[in-house]
């Protein structure tokens, strides 16, 4: 199973600090930015929706974002 081979680590100045995801946690993750994660015989192919795309998901499914972050999600240069 990919999800089982894959993690999430935060990166600070003072290293990293490792996420292991449950299948769920992942699945919803992966629906979310539009990820498409395949395992193929040379390693894993990524592709993801745009910053816009991913934008307009999270304003359509009522996830709470102030309105500066969804602009600079939107790729918008001017916050108005």
Excluded at 3 to 21: F, H, N, Q, R, V
Excluded at 33 to 57: H, I, M, N, P, Y
């Amino acid at each position: 199973m990919l999800s089982e081979k894959l993690e999430m680590i935060y990166w600070s100045d003072k290293g990293g600090t490792e996420l292991p995801l449950e299948e769920w946690q992942y699945q919803a993750i992966v629906q979310l930015l539009g990820l498409s994660v395949v395992e193929a015989d040379e390693g894993l192919k990524f592709s993801c929706f745009t910053k816009e795309s991913v934008a307009k998901r999270l304003k359509k499914m009522g996830v709470l974002v102030t309105p500066e972050q969804y602009h600079w999600l939107k790729g918008d240069t001017d916050n108005e």
